[in-house]
């Protein structure tokens, strides 16, 4: 074990979720892939494990699993802060930073003027870039910042840009308080306003935040279907932070759905302000969000740094019924970190509980697939702290209760409410459930990540005991139940 890695040792450090070294991080930015690396860039503040002047920490992977830490890559200017955004790879040029044959890394993010904002102004946040020639160690601010100015929208923030084939330049979503805006650029220099989505859409209990867009051919089908992500603060169902997705269509320039119920990309509490990568080789649409929740990020446990990302995970749209749904499930990849012991078919008695001891289910994955529809799964440790998740089927319901877990009582809203999950779409007869726990957090996949929920734990003994509890009046069935060690990526 080395200097770097001692930090491993400490308590509710996650094993196999990327954290900072030290300090306050939130938002995933400028997700790119280049040149053989994917890059991580995140909020950062460098000086505590609270919230603060934002700058862009910095880490790389070849895996999206195993992360190398680089340096700050932006810090705050005379402009303000360095709040969310995105990264793109200039291929040709179009800005004039890089050449051909260097193409420039560059990140479009939002300027924060603290000043403006506690002088009461609206006009605080405008949208900067910033260019790297040497594959993101050091960053060049453009000099003609900001490139977007404001024209007194308070809450107008957050640029996601990508390549748009469709009017070959450059697309960016914005987001200005209740609502998306899209702009266009030749160059990622000269903006030019589009169009809006959403003032009367979706879930509106709080800011919207860190859009995303994207297509996907719709699995089994030809058919083309974009979907948009908007994450809300507060206004999440579970309370606090969530994400919240749309289905649609976007001709080039304007984003259209009729979508009429709200969807959200994971319902438990602790995963917000989700995007995805750019330039992703294999064309898969990649996910990371940040695995906490504004209610109590501030407050968590934890002493040298704060919060972690989910794990990477692939969205894909598929077709269940009449129903579009937006799945997103761990990379393939992350399989390698596991240490699979053979699957095994289960039973327990109508009414009854099987009971399965294990070393350390904080760093475990559960896979298994069941058509029962009334039972729960309760982790145990010796200190009577549990995690208790119950799914019914009768009523299309899972329900995550943290109340009991350890460590809860740092905030008022961490225990309560109890997180509930509609499952309405979830097609009948057998299906599968992920469940990987980390030192402190656990993410749940159900039918391939049709539905997911994603919530952070801190117990103050690692979890030894999974219960299995048939609430139902026949025999349960539990086929190729597979319970693996996930290895440390250090
Ligand atoms: C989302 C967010 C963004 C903002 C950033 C500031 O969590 O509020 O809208 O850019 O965090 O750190």
């Not at 932006?74 to 930073?97: K, M, R």
């Not at 269509?249 to 959200?264: N, Y």
Request: with cysteine; charged share 25%; glycine share 8%.
């Amino acid at each position: 074990e080395s200097a770097e890695t001692a930090y491993y040792q400490e308590a509710y450090r996650p094993q196999f979720h990327f954290t900072p070294e030290e300090k306050w991080m939130n938002d995933p930015n400028g997700l790119v892939y280049h040149k053989g690396v994917y890059h991580l860039f995140y909020q950062y503040y460098p000086d505590d494990t609270v919230w603060g002047p934002m700058h862009w920490g910095h880490a790389v992977s070849k895996d999206m699993i195993h992360w190398d830490h680089k340096p700050i890559a932006l810090f705050p200017d005379e402009h303000g802060y360095i709040f969310s955004g995105s990264a793109v790879v200039d291929e040709n040029n179009t800005s004039g930073f890089g050449s051909k044959d260097n193409p420039a890394l560059v990140a479009i993010y939002t300027y924060h003027l603290i000043e403006g904002e506690k002088a009461g102004k609206n006009d605080f946040q405008t949208q900067g870039i910033a260019y790297s020639l040497d594959n993101g160690d050091t960053w060049i601010k453009y000099e003609g910042n900001p490139v977007i100015p404001n024209k007194g929208v308070k809450d107008f923030r957050d640029p996601k840009v990508f390549w748009n084939d469709k009017v070959d330049k450059w697309t960016m979503l914005l987001v200005a308080g209740d609502h998306l805006q899209i702009w266009e650029s030749p160059n990622l220099i000269d903006w030019q306003y589009k169009s809006e989505f959403g003032r009367n859409q979706g879930a509106h209990g709080g800011v919207w935040e860190c859009p995303d867009l994207f297509s996907f051919k719709v699995e089994g089908t030809d058919e083309v279907k974009w979907v948009l992500l908007i994450s809300i603060n507060p206004g999440a169902p579970n309370g606090g932070s969530g994400t919240q997705y749309f289905i649609g269509d976007f001709d080039g320039t304007t984003f259209t759905s009729d979508q009429k119920d709200e969807r959200w990309i994971d319902l438990g509490r602790d995963n917000y302000a989700g995007v995805t990568y750019n330039n992703v080789p294999s064309n898969e649409r990649i996910f990371i969000g940040w695995m906490s929740n504004w209610d109590y990020a501030r407050d968590t446990p934890t002493e040298k740094w704060r919060s972690a990302m989910t794990l990477p995970r692939k969205l894909s749209l598929q077709k269940t019924g009449d129903s579009y749904e937006l799945f997103n499930y761990p990379l393939k990849g992350f399989d390698d970190l596991l240490e699979k012991e053979p699957a095994r078919n289960l039973t327990v008695a109508s009414q009854g509980v099987s009971e399965i001891p294990f070393e350390n289910y904080n760093q475990s994955d559960l896979q298994f697939r069941t058509g029962e529809s009334l039972f729960e799964l309760t982790y145990k440790n010796s200190l009577e702290e549990q995690v208790v998740i119950n799914v019914d089927r009768t009523t299309m319901t899972m329900t995550l209760n943290r109340a009991n877990s350890g460590k809860t009582d740092f905030h008022e809203s961490f225990a309560d409410p109890l997180q509930k999950m509609k499952l309405p779409n979830l097609p009948e007869g057998e299906v599968g459930f992920r469940i990987i726990m980390d030192s402190s957090s656990i993410e749940i996949f159900v039918n391939g990540g049709q539905y997911a929920m994603t919530s952070q734990l801190f117990p103050n003994e690692n979890y030894n005991a999974l219960e299995i509890k048939n609430m139902d009046q026949k025999e349960m069935t539990i086929n190729d139940f597979q319970l693996s060690k996930v290895k440390s990526i250090w």
